[in-house]
């Protein structure tokens, strides 16, 4: 599951460059029914990566209508299953970072469901999110000082439920103080030491520690 970045092919990430060297095939949503590119922000991408590298890859459109229905889901994770059977190792890709607003993570729950092998050897790559890059462009912070940031959806379906992201904490405090949830903590993400727990540290002992408090979610 590759993070594409928000448009612009220099943002894209090493790991997602290395990830289109390495694979046998790389599918790419459309959402064009007849499967064709003309409209995929994410094929022009995909394209420039590949020039980049000097390297051509097996490209397989995927139908994504971004209707939110399951069906469309379980139809893209079949095709990304098949690929996976039919040539190996496959990317699919999702424009901005994975994290925020995609569906990787529904074709993530089907994949799992229906391949828990090939669940077990999917890798979702992280990328530069379209407000980050946005705010770069106009080179205005998100957040300064004691300010706090907020992502909304403009027209949500039903209840907002709510993910924070709670960071710069201070060494030695106690962290009764951020409630309870579905926490995780990441101390020293990617570096020497590092420690990522499904839960809440009692006590925070490094100052790179960050803690996700993830939205409530049907299980
Ligand atoms: C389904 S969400 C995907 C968000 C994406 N995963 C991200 O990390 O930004 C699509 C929304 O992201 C925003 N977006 C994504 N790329 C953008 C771009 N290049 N320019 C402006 N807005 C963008 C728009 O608000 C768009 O409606």
Redo the contacts with the bound molecule.
């Keep these: 599951m590759v993070?594409l970045?928000?448009?612009d092919v220099e943002l894209l990430t090493l790991k997602a460059l290395n990830a289109f060297k390495n694979c046998d095939a790389i599918c790419v949503p459309t959402k064009s029914e007849d499967n064709s590119f003309t409209k995929s922000?994410s094929f022009k991408i995909v394209c420039e990566a590949l020039s980049h590298l000097g390297v051509e890859k097996k490209i397989i459109p995927v139908y994504s209508p971004?209707r939110f229905n399951e069906q469309d889901w379980i139809n893209e994770a079949n095709i990304v299953i098949k690929a996976s059977k039919d040539f190996g190792s496959v990317c699919f890709v999702?424009?901005?970072?994975?994290?925020?607003?995609?569906?990787i993570y529904y074709l993530l729950d089907i994949i799992k469901e229906k391949d828990s092998v090939l669940h077990e050897t999917c890798e979702v790559i992280a990328?530069?999110?379209?407000?980050?890059?946005?705010s770069a462009r106009v080179q205005k912070a998100l957040c300064l000082g004691d300010e706090q940031l907020v992502i909304k959806p403009?027209n949500p379906r039903g209840k907002v439920e709510t993910t924070e992201i709670l960071m710069r904490p201070k060494i030695g405090m106690d962290t009764q103080s951020l409630g309870e949830g579905d926490f995780y903590t990441f101390e020293n993400m990617y570096l020497t030491n590092e420690n990522i727990y499904p839960t809440k540290i009692d006590k925070v002992k490094k100052y790179m520690t960050l803690f996700l408090k993830f939205a409530k979610r049907e299980a």
Excluded at 95 to 103: E, M, R
Excluded at 127 to 134: L, P
């Design positions: 993070s970045g928000p448009g922000i971004m999702t424009l901005g970072d994975a994290a925020i607003y995609s569906s990328g530069v999110t379209s407000f980050s890059a946005a403009i």
